[in-house]
């Protein structure tokens, strides 16, 4: 597409220093910077979440003893002088995943010794308790859980967002590093030409061939590149420091190796297609999908609360406490309880709510869908601008270099003036700090195309 001119930067030809490349300084920002772990921490806390919500299907095991005495005779309807009880209780309770049903097992002892004639009671029952209606299946007991794998989801699709991102920001100052270094080099040029102006200026100036105010204007030439170098230095060193604390270098080993004049392939969408899956568009789905989960619940809340309740239980007694197990008697019970309140109810405010989120959140995700269209439009049409303008900037930078050319020849053959072979110089030196500029501008326009179509970070 372009006739590539080749990013030469001398720092790395009069240094040892092997440069960084974006791919190597992407590895070890995701491997070294704690942002990254505290991305894969949040992660595990989502995960965390997720087991936490499902624990209401654990066994809730509870125990209880107690030990009693009455006694007296001023109360005439006590049948006995002296009540000594001992007993304890043990039940395990559970509800039962995508049933809604409640479990509850229990064994119950008591020991009664009245009046010094001793009794053990042994209980065993088993009651069962399902939802026919209300909470029919488990399905608000759920609730909690697929809410938490919604989440999950959501928050894996978050985590790559700000993933991007930040890989994003971080890659674009490696760009202006590769642009900074370049700069440099050429400012220093700059300020090499300026200062033969300035020694052919003061040549003239004693022989008389041009004024004072020629030489002091060659001067001020002169201090102007001499303080775009130092500026330049500085920024490149600032930078420079930045970028290698973000990987844990020496500042010294920060020297990237970046052309900034290659043209990067990409994989062009059609951005009305892309939009409908993109990650911004999927937070979007998630978020509808936990209100219509939650919409379930509160309509299903509307209905009338109805369950069948069966249980069975056992029963012995004896004056000994191994004996009082067996000889059991047997009972059973089936039946059904219904409720329903009355008059205005928080659960019909809760789905006219929640049908209201959602219709927001259609409203919402459309205006992101139509922006998103446009950024993925524009980002294309200035990809295909900076391409263009790098080819023409370079055309230009061409036509710049042969004038150099020609004018050396011309000076070499003493059929030319140095002058005019400096300003040739200093003409093709600005051509190339345009180029580069523009240069810069295309790489970091392709960073930002990568991020707004999920390509950066996978």
Known sequence: MWNRIACVFCLFLSTDVIAITSEEFSAKLMQTHPYFLQLSLSEKVSLVDQKIARTYTDWNIQMGANESFSAGDDISSRLYNDLYTTSYEVSAHRKIANSGANLNLKHSWSRNDKDSTVLNTNVFSLDYVKPLLQNQ????????????????????????????????????????????????????????????????????FSNSLIDKSSLLQEKDTYVKANQQWLQSSRELNILRQELASL????????????????EQPIMRVE???????????????????????????????TMPSVNLNMGIASQAEDDKYFSSFGNRDFSWNIGVDVSYPLGARKESLDVERTEISIAQLDAQRRET?????????YLLAQIDLLAELVDISLEQGELANEKVIEEKTKYDNARGQKSLLIAAQKNANLARLSNVQTAASYQKIIIDYRVATDQLFN
Do not use: C, H
């Open 271 to 301: 951005p009305a297609v892309f939009v409908k899956n993109s990650r911004s568009m999927q937070k979007f789905d998630f978020d509808k999908s936990k209100l219509q989960r939650r919409l379930e619940t509160y309509e299903n809340k």
């Open 369 to 377: 869908e139509i922006n998103l269209e446009q950024q993925v439009s």
């Open 247 to 262: 990987i844990n270098v020496k500042e010294s080993e920060m020297v990237v190796e970046f052309d900034l004049f290659k």
């Open 137 to 204: 299946n488990g399905l608000n007991d759920r609730l909690a859980v697929d809410i938490a794998d919604i989440d999950l989801l959501a928050k894996q699709v978050s985590l790559l967002e700000q993933a991007e991102s930040f890989l994003a920001s971080k890659l674009t100052k490696l760009v202006d590093l590769a642009l900074k270094q370049e700069l440099e080099q050429l400012y220093m040029f700059q300020l090499e030409l300026s200062k033969q102006q300035l020694d052919l200026a003061e040549e003239k």
